[in-house]
Each structure stands twice: as C-alpha cells, then as structure tokens.
T-cell receptor, first 113, second 112 residues
Framework: AQTVTQSQPEMSVQEAETVTLSCTYD???????LFWYKQPPSRQMILVIR??????QNATENRFSVNFQKAAKSFSLKISDSQLGDAAMYFC??????????FGGGTRVLVKP | SAVISQKPSRDICQRGTSLTIQCQVD?????MFWYRQQPGQSLTLIAT???????TYESGFVIDKFPISRPNLTFSTLTVSNMSPEDSSIYLC???WGNGYTFGSGTRLTVV
C-alpha cells in the first residue's frame, strides 16, 4: 500500500514562533500532488498549501511554506509567526492516480500564548 | 472553489438502523469521494462515486454496508446500514476542484 506518514502526533509552539511538521510518503508515480490540510475542532477540512511534484520550487502561502524533497519523498510544512488560530490537526495528503487522496495520521498543533 | 453542503451535520442513531448522508455541490463534478474519520484518527477513503456508474469501494468497505447513490453531477448520498457502535465516526464527502480538493463540513455520527 502506498502510504503517507506523519511521525509527530503532537507539536507545541509558542505564539509568534516557528514550527515544522514532518511528512514522508510513498509513491510509484511520477506525477502527483501533495497537500497540507488543517482541521480545527469544527472538523472542516481547510486546504493550507499545495505542491505539484513536477515543480522544484517550494510552495509558499503567506506564513505557510513547504520543504519538498522529491528524491527523499519528504514534504514538511513550516508555520512561521504562529498564531492562536493555527491550533488544529494538520494532515499531509498525497493525490494519486484516480484522483484519490491518501492521508497521513495527522499532527496536532498546540499554540501557547 | 466548489462549495459542498453536507447534511446532517450530526446525528445519534440506534444500533441496527441506517442513516443516509447527503452532499450537494454547487458545481458539476465528475467524481465525489466519501471518507470516514474514526475518533482521533485520520481520514480513510470509503469509495469513489461517479455519476452513472457503480461506486468503487476501497479495501475493507462493501456496498451492502455503505451503499452510495450518484444520480447526477451535483449530488450524492452515502448510507451507513445496520449500524453498530463501531460505525461512530465523522463522515465527509469531497470533490476534486482544480488542483485541490474541497470537503463537506462532515457528519458526526454516534451509534448507541
């Protein structure tokens, strides 16, 4: 089975500091997408950032950026200047053939004021 | 992006009964996806629903337990049949839109 692994069940960060969430994945495909989704207690899935595998440049969305290492099959998320509203579950996901998404196990981010 | 309206948002059901969850999309989409999120867990794909054909189920999920309808390009339902407490989960629908995926707001199901 092609898997997505998030090795950190929980991460804690001080408000205004930076936190990095890890994600590794397995795939036999050359063309795929990678995503980070945020799920607050409301359970709504919110797209944080997207990376196309064929692009070498790392994606950035405001305070969120990724470090995409294709050869290592690694896709980490950096949250800069953390805010209280960033507290949530974060899921790494890979888009595969057939358009299916495979999710990692999730990382809970706690933000300390 | 596409907007999905998912109903009901939550329900408490007796074991042995069935619940049908609805997802309405404000745009026509080819594929709709149904996920289950067990308490404290990640999302697991149940099935992919294409309009005009039978849904494709993932390993561990069967049509008799989770029948899906897809009558048109904007609507789909998932039924959780003959429920047991183990079916208590959040159920979410999703569609691919552009280069991303949009999700419904989820249905929190509790089986007692």
């Amino acid at each position: 089975a092609q898997t997505v692994t998030q090795s950190q069940p929980e991460m804690s960060v001080q408000e205004a500091e930076t936190v990095t969430l890890s994600c590794t994945y397995d795939t036999s495909e050359s063309d795929y997408y990678l995503f980070w989704y945020k799920q607050p207690p409301s359970r709504q899935m919110i797209l944080v950032i997207r990376q196309e595998a064929y692009k070498q440049q790392n994606a950035t969305e405001n305070r969120f950026s990724v470090n995409f290492q294709k050869a290592a099959k690694s896709f980490s998320l950096k949250i800069s200047d953390s805010q209280l509203g960033d507290a949530a579950m974060y899921f790494c996901a890979r888009g595969a053939a057939g358009n299916k998404l495979t999710f990692g196990g999730g990382t809970r981010v706690l933000v300390k004021p | 992006s596409a907007v999905i309206s998912q109903k009901p948002s939550r329900d408490i059901c007796q074991r042995g009964t069935s619940l049908t969850i609805q997802c309405q999309v404000d745009s026509q989409v080819t594929m709709m996806f149904w996920y289950r999120q067990q308490p404290g867990q990640s999302l697991t794909l149940i099935a992919t629903a294409n309009q005009g054909s039978e849904a494709t189920y993932e390993s561990g999920f069967v049509i008799d337990k989770f029948p899906i309808s897809r009558p048109n390009l904007t609507f789909s339902t998932l039924t959780v049949s003959n429920m047991s407490p183990e079916d208590s989960s959040i159920y979410l629908c999703s569609v691919r839109w552009g280069n991303g995926y949009t999700f419904g707001s989820g249905t929190r199901l509790t089986v007692v």
